[in-house]
């Protein structure tokens, strides 16, 4: 490992694994880059001088132009169910350039999005575009910073060429700093086209990583278990926060229980479970409610994947062994929204009738089309007078119920409020706010995303400042939609 003075700190213990599971890359160079966004807060976390951030050996990194001491450059192979058919796919667009060592000694894959053609872009060109690459940036930002396991962003730069889509665009590239990269997929892909010796040497690599406590005989077992906890955790905070992945493909699942691929992702603003924001979802695969079933649906991909792995063990013993952990996903995934639910109410104790006082809720915000996150606003400063349904007999109803509920825990207002402030986000990355943003930065403005990204950082903060952005998007504005590979 080496390290350089602007403080990069990289290897690539990838590249050590067979060399059948990733493709080693050159630079492709681009021609003229320019910095448009830098994370200062991140850079720093990760040992780099921030200061550097602008300066042109960061442009020519972050541009994929040049690679710091250290790296390995490559791209991993991986395949995946895609909308539930298998399919090849790898590392079509990203390079992971290695890993850097922060100066707590924790370790992160630096990875170039839309650096160019790889062996695995199939017929893609392997760049992508300005917008969705700025988009990434900021809703994996305020991912973070409402407390939700995630990629997160380092820096977007243009890379002065364009690239077609639906029209010519400015071609960027986003560097993109998460746990690890190994993903589902990335078994699915060793335990289908190579030997029993790769997958076990990709599973003893993805262990000693991330789950340095497991060993001994079951070590398969418990990290398969242990990853489905991690996957119960993150669903039951994306259902908590109202966010729809919108692609959760088994390839764009991570064994770290990080949050990756933001492509057709999207808060919801109004309730409804079965939002689907994705222009491809027709069938609704991943809509809002379906997240919790699809996450279980990967894990038991990510199950048959380590099956090869368990021949010490009778058959039968093996896969209920799986079985009782897959099991366990779904009553620890539900457990989890239901103690994060009765946070967000401020309640701090648990009840048998708490299920169906949120349930009431769900249904309620669900019939009368609720601003989610403002629902729970208004309830937690106790100001439903202000809320639009204040006069809804059904909504009072619920409401009395809720008041009655909290008074069996014997608490302050000032501990109820603190709670449910610190668990209920003043602001989200609204799709009107986020399309504001990337127009104006398609002009060559940045400041309006800025300032979002300003207010998104702090989202528990309640001020006076966030006022405007918490504003749901006008009645007039048509249905939401993204798009997948742009
Ligand atoms: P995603 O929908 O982002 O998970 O991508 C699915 C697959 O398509 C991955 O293998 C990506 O690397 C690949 N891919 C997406 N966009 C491009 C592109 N522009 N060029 C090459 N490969 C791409
Ligand atoms: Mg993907």
């Avoid at 992508?128 to 988009?135: E, I, V, Y």
Wanted: aromatic fraction near 10%; hydrophobic fraction near 40%; include cysteine.
């Amino acid at each position: 490992m080496n390290h350089t003075e602007s403080g990069w700190k990289l290897r690539n213990s990838y590249a050590g694994l067979p060399k059948t599971l990733y493709a080693p890359m050159e630079a492709n160079l681009v021609p003229s880059p320019e910095l448009v966004i830098a994370n200062q807060a991140l850079a720093k976390s990760l040992g780099l001088d921030p200061e550097q951030l602008d300066s042109p050996e960061f442009l020519q990194i972050f541009a994929g132009n040049h690679f710091p001491e250290g790296s390995f450059p490559l791209a991993q192979a991986y395949a995946g169910h895609q909308f539930g058919q298998f399919t090849m796919l790898g590392d079509g667009r990203a390079i992971l350039i290695g890993e850097q060592q922060t100066p707590d000694g924790r370790i992160f894959d630096i990875q170039l999005k839309g650096a160019g053609i790889t062996p695995f872009s199939r017929s893609g060109d392997g760049r992508a575009a300005l917008g969705p690459m700025l988009r990434e940036y900021i809703i994996s930002e305020s991912m973070h910073a409402i407390g939700i396991p995630t990629s997160r962003s380092l820096a977007v730069v243009l890379t002065g060429e364009k690239i077609q889509r639906y029209s010519a665009e400015p071609g960027a590239i986003l560097t993109r700093v998460a746990s690890s990269h190994i993903r589902v997929g990335s078994f699915q892909f060793a335990a289908k086209y190579r030997s029993t010796e790769d997958l076990k040497a990709l599973a003893d690599y993805t262990i000693e990583r991330h789950f340095p406590e497991i060993s001994g005989p079951d070590r398969y077992i418990d990290l398969f278990r242990q990853t489905a906890q991690r996957q119960a955790s993150l669903i039951a905070k994306w259902q908590l926060a109202g966010f729809v992945h919108g692609v959760m493909n088994t390839d764009n699942m991570a064994i770290s229980g990080e949050t990756i691929d933001y492509g057709p992702c999207a808060f919801l603003d109004r309730y409804d479970e079965s939002a689907v924001f994705s222009s491809i979802d027709a069938g609704g695969r991943y809509a809002y409610r379906n997240q919790p079933l699809v996450g279980g649906w990967n894990l038991a991909r990510f199950a048959e994947s380590l099956f090869p792995l368990l021949d010490d063990r009778p058959e039968e013993q093996a896969l209920s062994s799986l079985q009782a952990a897959l099991e366990e996903y779904v009553s620890l995934q539900k457990q989890l929204f239901l103690a994060g639910m009765r946070e967000k109410l401020g309640l701090f104790t648990e009840m048998p009738e708490d299920e169906q006082l949120i349930d009431a809720l769900l249904e309620l915000m669900q019939e009368k089309q609720m601003d989610y996150t403002n629902t729970f606003r208004s309830l937690t400063f106790d100001i439903v007078e202000e809320h639009p349904l204040a006069e809804d007999t059904a909504f009072k109803t619920w409401y009395s119920r809720y008041k009655t509920r909290q008074q069996l825990e014997n608490r302050s207002a000032q501990d109820v409020m603190e709670l449910m402030k610190s668990r209920n986000p003043a602001v989200i990355p609204r799709n009107h706010r986020v399309e504001a943003a990337l127009e104006a930065a398609a002009q060559g403005d940045y400041q309006v995303m800025e300032n979002l990204l300003a207010i998104l950082r702090n989202p528990f903060a309640h001020s006076e400042a966030q006022q405007p952005y918490t504003a749901p998007p006008p009645p007039s504005t048509p249905p939401y939609q993204t798009y997948c590979g742009t």
